[in-house]
């Protein structure tokens, strides 16, 4: 059996660790590994099969220094398993909570979660933000593309849901500008949370209107790189410090800002991340490949996991005095608007949506190129090959999106290469020079 609602009793340790030693941290972090550990061997088919083949016993992983034993696993490798193979025997497919992967990788993979793994992720993001200046009874209007877990249905997680310290507010980014900000009026938020595009270009509307529609005491960004150049136009246009945090679907948060060291640190007790070059880890001050492995998740593990993210190690411990280690630097998570003839322009996502749905069950891999302001590439890897009917019905939907003037193409392909550093990249919008810095930020 998989360790159940009695997890909920590490939560008063989840919000004490701020205050802990380091020692008392890491600590936490070892007996959470080795019951992930555990579990992931008894129970999970995949995770069993990986262990034996590199001859690696559960009891042999007794801290993170251990991990290096264990191969790792890419979100390619755990497409290719069946669903049953990657889940907790015991767990119900029907109970748990379903959330795409998005962001940067363009290779879909659905991350499902107990309610209760939901919610101890929740209190780690509730503690990042009260670490950011967040207060009991803010209301938090966050700007995203939309993607909800699915229903919940356990009545104490509505209950556990009700009393939330803060008040969520979500709005789509994909709306106009103007139409998020008239939200936004309404809602009158003290925290303001979305991408860093998105925040960047209302940040430019209301500038260019003069009027302030509301008066946010932080300024949460994520999901995408936040240059210094959009950081100090969010700021002075918003009066409010901008807090760039570092998450993903697979692990909740992984990072948030330090306020003194300028780097980041790391949610220790949520999961443990290495950072590594050819499966090696680096020292710190050098940058590689982020690997994850979840102290959190029981009913679909992520151990020794490779989001496809590069970071810099950070010292281990931060100059401020926090428990826990620290990144430098997060690469490779740039998601721009696309600039279109005549000044429109088009967010990635807006294309991902109209995807996401349906060529998702064909497509396995893909990537959108905009190689001149007027050309659009789809270059994607197939799953199966799409009937005449579903290709065509595609590209019916993406022309008609990014409108008569673009060309839009699709580009079957035997595989996508990554950048250099081994970062691969979803969107690429198009950058010339004569483009105005309006778009991009
Ligand atoms: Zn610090």
Same mark, same amino acid.
């Given at each position: 059996?998989?360790?159940?609602?009695?997890?909920?009793?590490?939560?008063?340790?989840?919000?004490?660790?701020?205050?802990?030693?380091?020692?008392?941290?890491?600590?936490?972090?070892? +007996?959470?590994?080795? /019951?992930?550990?555990?579990?992931?061997?008894? $129970?999970? =088919?995949?995770? @069993? &099969?990986?262990?034996? %083949?590199?001859?690696?016993?559960?009891?042999?992983?007794?801290?993170?220094?251990?991990?290096?034993?264990?191969?790792?696993?890419?979100?390619?490798?755990?497409?290719?398993?069946?669903?049953?193979?990657?889940?907790?025997?015991?767990?119900?497919?029907?109970?748990?909570?379903?959330?795409?992967?998005?962001?940067?990788?363009?290779?879909?993979?659905?991350?499902?979660?107990?309610?209760?793994?939901?919610?101890?992720?929740?209190?780690?993001?509730?503690?990042?933000?009260?670490?950011?200046?967040? +207060?009991?009874?803010? /209301?938090?209007?966050?700007?995203?593309?939309? $993607?909800? =877990?699915?229903? @919940? &249905?356990?009545?104490? %997680?509505?209950?556990?849901?009700?009393?939330?310290?803060?008040?969520?507010?979500?709005?789509?980014?994909?709306?106009?500008?103007?139409?998020?900000?008239?939200?936004?009026?309404?809602?009158?938020?003290?925290?303001?949370?979305?991408?860093?595009?998105?925040?960047?270009?209302?940040?430019?509307?209301?500038?260019?209107?003069?009027?302030?529609?509301?008066?946010?005491?932080?300024?949460?960004?994520?999901?995408?790189?936040?240059?210094?150049?959009?950081?100090?136009?969010?700021?002075?246009?918003?009066?409010?410090?901008?807090?760039?945090?570092?998450?993903?679907?697979?692990?909740?948060?992984?990072?948030?800002?330090?306020?003194?060291?300028?780097?980041?640190?790391?949610?220790?007790?949520?999961?443990?991340?290495?950072?590594?070059?050819?499966?090696?880890?680096?020292?710190?001050?050098?940058?590689?490949?982020?690997?994850?492995?979840?102290?959190?998740?029981?009913?679909?593990?992520?151990?020794?996991?490779?989001?496809?993210?590069?970071?810099?190690?950070?010292?281990?411990?931060?100059?401020?005095?926090?428990?826990?280690?620290?990144?430098?630097?997060?690469?490779?998570?740039?998601?721009?608007?696309?600039?279109?003839?005549?000044?429109?322009?088009?967010?990635?996502?807006?294309?991902?949506?109209?995807?996401?749905?349906?060529?998702?069950?064909?497509?396995?891999?893909?990537?959108?190129?905009?190689?001149?302001?007027?050309?659009?590439?789809?270059?994607?890897?197939?799953?199966?090959?799409?009937?005449?009917?579903?290709?065509?019905?595609?590209?019916?939907?993406?022309?008609?999106?990014?409108?008569?003037?673009?060309?839009?193409?699709?580009?079957?392909?035997?595989?996508?290469?990554?950048?250099?550093?081994?970062?691969?990249?979803?969107?690429?919008?198009?950058?010339?020079?004569?483009?105005?810095?309006?778009?991009?930020?």
């Amino acid at each position: 059996m998989i360790p159940g609602l009695q997890q909920l009793s590490i939560l008063p340790s989840l919000l004490w660790h701020p205050r802990a030693s380091r020692e008392s941290v890491m600590g936490f972090q070892s +007996r959470q590994l080795r /019951r992930v550990i555990a579990n992931a061997y008894d $129970n999970v =088919p995949y995770y @069993r &099969r990986l262990f034996d %083949h590199a001859a690696v016993k559960p009891e042999q992983i007794r801290t993170a220094a251990d991990l290096v034993r264990i191969p790792i696993t890419t979100r390619r490798d755990l497409q290719k398993q069946p669903l049953e193979d990657l889940l907790a025997r015991g767990v119900d497919p029907k109970q748990l909570l379903i959330q795409p992967t998005s962001g940067s990788s363009g290779e879909p993979l659905l991350v499902r979660r107990m309610w209760w793994e939901q919610r101890i992720l929740g209190v780690l993001r509730l503690r990042g933000l009260a670490q950011c200046g967040a +207060r009991y009874n803010d /209301r938090l209007a966050i700007i995203l593309f939309h $993607n909800k =877990p699915a229903r @919940r &249905r356990s009545v104490l %997680h509505r209950a556990l849901a009700a009393v939330q310290p803060i008040k969520v507010h979500e709005i789509h980014c994909l709306l106009e500008p103007e139409a998020i900000l008239a939200a936004l009026e309404k809602i009158q938020p003290q925290i303001l949370s979305g991408y860093a595009s998105s925040l960047a270009l209302l940040a430019k509307v209301v500038s260019k209107s003069g009027h302030l529609p509301i008066h946010p005491r932080l300024i949460i960004s994520g999901a995408e790189m936040l240059t210094p150049l959009a950081e100090r136009q969010i700021s002075e246009t918003f009066e409010a410090p901008v807090y760039d945090t570092y998450g993903s679907h697979e692990f909740g948060s992984i990072a948030n800002p330090c306020k003194s060291s300028g780097g980041y640190h790391v949610f220790d007790d949520g999961l443990v991340v290495e950072v590594v070059q050819g499966g090696t880890p680096v020292a710190p001050g050098e940058h590689g490949s982020l690997v994850g492995t979840s102290l959190h998740a029981f009913a679909m593990p992520f151990i020794r996991y490779q989001l496809g993210d590069i970071v810099t190690r950070g010292p281990e411990g931060c100059e401020c005095g926090q428990p826990f280690s620290t990144l430098r630097e997060i690469q490779g998570r740039i998601i721009d608007y696309f600039p279109l003839p005549g000044g429109r322009r088009l967010h990635p996502y807006e294309l991902l949506e109209v995807f996401r749905k349906d060529a998702y069950k064909w497509m396995y891999q893909y990537q959108l190129v905009q190689e001149r302001r007027d050309r659009i590439v789809l270059r994607y890897v197939t799953r199966r090959q799409p009937s005449h009917d579903e290709e065509s019905q595609l590209r019916g939907r993406l022309s008609k999106l990014v409108g008569d003037d673009v060309d839009f193409t699709l580009l079957a392909v035997d595989h996508i290469e990554s950048e250099k550093h081994g970062k691969f990249r979803m969107y690429k919008p198009f950058v010339d020079a004569s483009m105005s810095q309006a778009s991009t930020i």
